[in-house]
């Protein structure tokens, strides 16, 4: 048994001599200059280019990368295994099976995204929050959805995020989104009176979309009152504008009508977000 599998060795590797170890580390010492040339021929012209053609240029260091990698590993080896059609079919073979474990994820991306086409948990055009990440959808391709968020980064995000994450979609395929302003106060105030003031800020806001409701939720907490601005802008990437101007109108008009803000840092729980 221990003498065939000896056999069936010798015949898919070929005799490792001296000759052939100098060979695979002269294609190896090659390959490593060859990539360290290369990084830094194309860095120092990066930095000679502006604009498209620099991002361009520094995007091609990666492939190239791989390529000189994956043509160093092609000339190696035919020098350690004995180029038969059997043995290049059990190398295959091996191969195979090893990238099939390696992209795995890769294959569960590519199987949620055609769930997500189906199921649709969002669209180009929605507003979601994946894990840390909200943003808007820009491209639903078959393994990443992209978002670019207020900050204007561009994110690529796996789909099978879909299997263990939820998908916040704040829009859901309409035009509109919920938007909520902020407001912590002092609880000896008229709450009434407040209410109707903020109220009155959303009214005369420019980017209220006028047929959607306006509503005003109040909680009492230790350290004072919490006040929630719910409203609708006209469109869903006003959002961030939106929410921006009712608190600057709102907190100014507080100000002015005599109402004290909160003193004591405001520690979230579970009953603020009703």
């Known amino acids: 048994m221990n003498e065939n599998l000896a056999s069936a060795s010798t015949k898919i590797f070929r005799e490792i001599d001296l000759v052939v170890i100098v060979e695979i580390a002269a294609i190896i010492i090659t390959a490593v200059v060859l990539i360290i040339a290369m990084q830094r021929a194309l860095n120092w012209l990066g930095q000679r280019l502006y604009g498209q053609r620099r991002l361009t240029l520094l995007a091609l260091v990666p492939l190239l990368r791989l390529l000189i990698g994956v043509s160093a590993v092609i000339l190696i080896v035919p020098l350690v295994i004995e180029p038969s059609l059997q043995n290049m079919v059990a190398v295959l073979g091996t191969v195979g099976i090893a990238l099939g474990f390696a992209l795995k994820d890769y294959a569960s991306s590519l199987i949620a995204g055609v769930v997500a086409i189906g199921e649709k948990p969002y669209r180009n055009g929605d507003w979601v929050q994946i894990g840390d990440h909200y943003g808007e959808v820009i491209h639903v391709g078959m393994r990443t959805v992209e978002l670019v968020t207020a900050d ?56 209220l979309h006028l047929d959607s409701p306006v509503t005003v939720i109040i909680n009492e907490r230790p350290w004072g009152t919490h006040y929630r601005l719910k409203a609708y802008p006209v469109d869903s990437g006003q959002q961030f504008r939106f929410v921006t101007d009712l608190t600057v109108r709102g907190k100014a008009l507080l100000t002015r009508q005599g109402v004290r803000f909160a003193a004591t840092a405001v520690i979230p729980d579970a009953g603020a977000a009703a």
């Open 152 to 207: 204007d980064d561009r994110i690529a995000i796996p789909h099978n995020r879909l299997w263990n994450d939820a998908i916040v979609n704040s829009n859901d395929g309409k035009p509109r989104l919920l938007c909520v302003a902020d407001f912590y106060l002092h609880p000896e105030h008229d709450a009434d009176r407040v209410r109707s003031m903020l109220k009155d800020v959303a009214l005369t806001s420019p980017y």
